[in-house]
């Protein structure tokens, strides 16, 4: 069935989908991966009527080339699925699609050494104390932001999120609270170090934030999560870090690190944040990994990722 003239077009709506992502900030490399898809939809002749049909998913997949590896097909019909969302969103389409299920298996992730995550805390604080004028709130504002990453586990999402009023202190001590930005489930609080504590508090009483927002960029914006995650990985990059650092790979250590500390699986799926006991899982499968089948038996990947700390944890 072909879409009415006063109708927007797939391509218009595909065009009207990657200006928002040109506007959030989104990379070039994620962007040319969304336009080699599109372009795909639109040789094969797909309209916003084939998004309405409930078998969508199941008929894009039959057209994938049978030379793309299970991986490459589970990304594209992903996107396919997440653009898909979005029509639903914009009010375009009512059937809510389902992207395919991704392997389980833990991924190999390589993370930050304990003493790399020294180094750069320490490089932040320095670069802090000794910033001109002109850049100490916004040096401050990334030593802040990454201690929080760092000590919280909060996704970056949640973190740029942030208000004045989601700091707590009180004879309990200090805490933030997390909204979540995936579910209302994920909302929680969340025990910071004095230290944490206490840049914050000299952040906010030097630079008394709006109502909302506690950190925003040097224009006074929302700070967009691709222009936090690109400086993080350069940053790192410049201090000599081997592992590439992103805000994610920060919280996937930090779950590690609270099962490893003997967390239970719902004290982990609480303070992370998690929507369902199944992700909380896939983190404990990872940490199983590294266990030997006989625990007096030694275990020289053990004995190294304890000696490196984290170097290869999940291996």
Known sequence: MNETPNAPTLRSLTDQFTLEKVIDGTAEGTLDLWQRTFTRLHALSFDLDDFRRADLITRIKTTAPRTWSRATLTTYLTRCTTFAHWLRHQGFIEHAHKAPSASKRPKLRELPTDEEIGHLLADLADRSHHAPTGRARTRLQDECVT???????????????????????????????????????????????????????????????????????????????????????????TLGILAPVTPHVLRHRWILKRICAGDSAIEVMTRAGHSSIEMTVYYFNQVRRLMPLDSNAPNAEIERVTHHGWRHPTR
Do not use: M, N
């Open 147 to 237: 201690r929080l990453l760092i000590e919280t586990g909060a996704r970056i999402s949640e973190t740029l999120a942030l208000e004045p009023s989601s700091i707590l202190r009180d004879e309990q001590g200090a805490r933030i609270v997390i909204l979540g930005s995936k579910s209302p489930a994920a909302e929680r609080a969340i025990t910071i170090t004095p230290e944490l504590s206490g840049l914050l508090h000299q952040y906010e009483r030097r630079w008394p934030p709006p109502a909302r927002d506690l950190f925003r960029s040097r224009r006074d914006q929302h700070i967009s999560t691709q222009t936090f995650c690109k400086w993080l990985h350069a940053y790192c990059e």
